[in-house]
């Protein structure tokens, strides 16, 4: 069997269990079984699985990510959501679709405790979506707009995606969470621009003016100030020198439960709640991590990684045209797997090839906007159809609103996403301007 049919059935084997509801991390698992065992025999497999294990999970980087896990489960539970999107529609609520802004909002400041694009998405619903409904917003407007803000809980630091990413690339965290900062606020705004020309380019999906908008009190700004004391405690920190990446998400989580049990929230019941849902998400990304760590070991058995590498830069295409057609891929990609896994997976594959071109940049600079325009990607790929994992999350808490409904209403949102994208392809200054000011 040529290495291209090796490769073609590793793959074909994952997407063929995928495509019968195999898990992934199962089914990377077991394609890569496949190919390892298929090129180099049983006992070499046997010992990449010892050793392997071992390393990946023994090490410290990686310690990071169920802390963050952890931070963002308290803030979930606590009762922290509330607070957060009562100050927005202060704030907002003046404005027309004034409410639907204010759930941006919301999701961008409790994605930057929480990191998890899931967890914004059904948090923020939660307390958003009932308000919407009784002030006139339609469904579609209302699931849309929920749906495409959860993606903020990904494009901002601090990033479970961005985390994994710098892991497997091994590059700066804190580089990178400086570089995603400004790109994940303009993605708010321009969520938010898409809000303000949706409402009046389509009437009868928001009230044209907000009835008794609520008040901006000394109460609501009270509410967000620990929030903000968390951000800047765990960052300040984190870009003061202070404690490490992974401290920093010890000490976020620690703020944040201090928090929870300040406003009363926090139960016994929902403190094991937290630590169970931090355990099963760990798990998964874990598992995870070894299927994608032996499926690329098999692909790198194979050398056709290397060799596209190799052919791909004898094209003498454009780096940027590379790039682009590695973003289209990824939007198909998105269709059938979640970001987590696209990232374990590809990165092996693509990263190489990336920092292989010339961009009249520094490596790190390439190896950073990289990271940046893979995770803009990865959260287009979580509201666009046919999956948008975001879409099923907020469409299944509510249900009286058909799920072509919210395809239709993601779309301004998309929008946007292409517009953004195409932005910092072409400008990458504007990620890569914070990361001058980090050591």
């Known amino acids: 069997m040529t290495p291209l049919q090796l490769t073609a059935l590793i793959f074909g084997s994952m997407l063929l269990m995928m495509a019968v509801r195999v898990p992934i991390a199962v089914s990377m698992f077991t394609a890569g079984s496949i190919g390892y065992l298929l090129q180099a025999g049983w006992l070499p497999f046997s010992n990449f699985l010892n050793t392997q ?31 957060l999107f009562e100050f927005a529609a202060a704030v907002m609520g003046r404005f027309r679709g004034g409410l639907a802004m204010a759930s941006l909002l919301a999701c961008a400041a409790f994605g ?184 690329n070991s098999a692909l790198a058995l194979t050398q056709v990684p290397n060799q596209l590498a190799s052919v791909v830069g004898s094209w003498g295409l454009s ?13 198909l990609l998105g269709a059938v797997m979640d970001e987590l896994s696209m990232l374990l997976l590809t990165i092996p594959i693509f990263f190489p090839i990336v920092m292989g071109l010339d961009f009249g940049m520094p490596k790190e600079s390439v190896a950073i906007w990289f990271g940046i325009m893979v995770l803009m990607t990865v959260g287009f790929g979580l509201i666009a159809p046919p999956v948008g994992l975001n879409v099923y999350i907020v469409n299944g808490m509510a249900k009286d609103v058909p799920m072509g409904e919210t395809y239709r209403g993601v779309m301004p949102f998309l929008a946007s996403d292409v517009l953004r994208t195409m932005l910092f392809l072409f400008f990458p200054i504007i990620p890569l301007w914070l990361v001058r000011f980090v050591g």
């Open 112 to 295: 930057a405790i929480s990191g998890s694009s899931v967890a914004t998405a059904a948090t923020i619903t939660s307390v958003a979506m009932p308000e919407m409904r009784r002030h006139g917003y339609s469904g579609r407007i209302a699931t849309a707009t929920l749906a495409a803000g959860g993606t903020l809980g990904i494009q901002l630091p601090p990033s479970i995606v961005l985390v994994i990413y710098a892991i497997l690339t091994e590059q700066n965290i804190s580089k990178l969470f400086a570089a995603a900062i400004l790109p994940g606020i303009i993605a708010m705004v321009g969520y938010m621009i898409a809000v303000a020309i949706y409402v009046r380019l389509v009437p009868g999906h928001a009230p044209a003016v907000e009835d008794a908008p609520p008040p901006l009190t000394w109460r609501s700004v009270l509410g967000v100030s620990p929030i903000v004391g968390i951000f800047v405690l765990v960052f300040g920190g984190i870009y003061g020198g202070l404690f490490t990446p992974t401290e920093g998400a010890a000490v976020g989580a620690t703020a944040t439960f201090l928090t929870a049990l300040g406003k009363g929230e926090m139960t016994r019941a929902k403190f094991a709640e937290c630590f169970y849902g931090t355990a099963a998400s760990a798990a998964m990304i874990f598992f995870i991590f070894i299927g994608a760590d032996l499926m």
């Open 319 to 331: 780096p940027l045209v590379v790039v682009v057609a590695i973003l289209l891929f990824y939007v």
């Open 53 to 83: 294990a071992f390393a990946r999970f023994a090490s410290y980087d990686l310690s990071v990510i169920p802390l963050f896990i952890l931070m963002g489960q308290f803030a979930t539970k606590g009762g922290i959501s509330r607070a």
